[in-house]
């Protein structure tokens, strides 16, 4: 085991402070990372508040890591000292499921190791994130950084780029589709990006009428806003609607604005129950969904076509020691478009 510095919520809600944690040494198949970047995802908000409940403490959030191979175990074959790499959501699943052998690993029967706030496959090792110096990570985990990418930038495409990804290519999305994102934040403004270079027309629905001229610059070509705005011009003209937004709201406010047997994704994940009039999907045959971030191997896709088409999320780079400010200014909606982590800081002890 080695000790590496980190910083940690030591309870619901508590601000995060540092703390030391023990990283195992690398097995056979392991490859350990020195982590360079760090997103910071509305979802280290949820769970280090406890939001979704059953969280587990001292908790060290993080799943948007890029960081560098330092060294790798004996029979790992994808990587090697050096090369830049990514690790995102899960660090680990049980592999034999009818899920695992589909590529869906974040549905593995046994529940997958999600990569902080659970537990490793034994189920009792406590799985610590990104908001440290370094990780241990089985190789079957890892994910290249194409080269050309910003690796600060790409930090986010590891949660955000995914989670926004898949639902694209789940509901088929094409050239000329029009596509509505609901909610302009870190997974809103990756899925302008992602769902624009697919071809599609991309309308944002938003709070916040000031995020416009950015919206424009990400690649949509259509803004509303959804509080008092004009969001009856789109009634049935949209094919596929991405709903990012953290905070409980109507999800049948936007169901209308589909094409009949239209689509709905849900990946933004408020805490508490929602209630939905049947008839707002009846009448016009509309589909309501949910994603999951994505496998493995539809993660370096997502990450191979960002590097082809040069997508990376828009970010501002923090210090460690900004992370409490960071979550606050994220629940507001202050952010434009990622905070990632600048390892450094904490490595260098500057925090
Ligand atoms: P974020 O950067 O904070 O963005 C959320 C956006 O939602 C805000 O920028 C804001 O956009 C909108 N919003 C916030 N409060 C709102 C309210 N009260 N009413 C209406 N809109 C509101 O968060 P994120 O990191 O993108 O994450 C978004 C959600 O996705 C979180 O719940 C997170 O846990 C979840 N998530 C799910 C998955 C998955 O696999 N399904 C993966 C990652 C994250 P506007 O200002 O444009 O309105
Ligand atoms: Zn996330
Ligand atoms: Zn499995």
């Known amino acids: 085991m080695t000790n590496v510095k980190a910083w940690a919520a030591g309870a619901a809600g508590q601000p995060l402070a540092p703390i030391t944690i023990a990283r195992r040494e ?13 997103g910071i995802c509305h979802s280290d908000v949820h769970q280090a508040r406890d939001e979704w409940s059953g969280a587990l403490f001292p908790m060290v959030p993080g799943h948007e890591i890029v960081g560098r191979v330092t060294r ?3 029979a790992v074959t994808g990587y090697a000292v050096g090369d830049l790499v990514g690790v995102g959501c899960m660090v680990d699943s049980c592999r034999a499921c009818a899920p695992c052998n589909e590529h869906l690993e974040q ?3 046994k529940g997958p190791a999600f990569t902080y706030n659970s537990t490793e496959m034994d189920r009792k090792t406590p799985t610590f994130g990104g908001y440290s110096t370094d990780v241990v990570v089985d190789e079957r985990f890892v994910l290249r950084i194409p080269a050309g990418l910003d690796p600060a930038a790409a930090a986010p495409l590891l949660c955000a780029g995914i989670t926004t990804y898949s639902p694209l290519r789940q509901f088929g999305c094409k050239p000329g589709d029009r596509v509505g994102v609901v909610g302009l934040g ?9 769902a624009a270079s697919m071809g599609a027309s991309v309308t944002v629905l938003s709070t916040s009428a000031a995020k416009e001229a950015d919206a424009r610059r990400l690649g949509a070509a259509d803004f509303v806003v959804t509080k008092g705005g004009d969001l009856d011009r789109l009634a049935h003209k949209l094919d596929l609607l991405i709903d990012t ?17 239209g689509a709905m994704v849900l990946v933004g994940a408020p805490p508490g ?25 539809e993660t370096q896709e ?3 076509h960002c590097g082809k088409h040069g997508i990376v999320s828009d970010i501002e780079l923090i210090p460690v020691s900004r992370v409490n400010e960071a979550y606050d200014r994220m629940v507001k909606g202050d952010v434009r478009y990622r905070f990632v982590i600048d390892i450094a800081s904490l490595r260098g002890g500057v925090a």
């Open 302 to 304: 997502m990450l191979d």
């Open 245 to 261: 937004v953290s905070a409980p709201h109507d999800y049948g406010t936007y169901l209308g604005l589909l094409r009949p047997r």
């Open 186 to 194: 870190g997974l809103g403004h990756m899925a302008v990006k992602l």
């Open 273 to 297: 129950a929602a209630s939905l009039e049947p008839f707002s999907l009846i009448m016009n045959g509309a589909r309501l969904a949910g994603s999951l971030i994505g496998g493995i191997a």
């Open 72 to 74: 790798v175990g004996r």
């Open 107 to 109: 549905f593995c029967e």
């Open 26 to 38: 690398p097995g056979p198949r392991d490859v350990a990372i020195e982590i360079i970047f760090c």
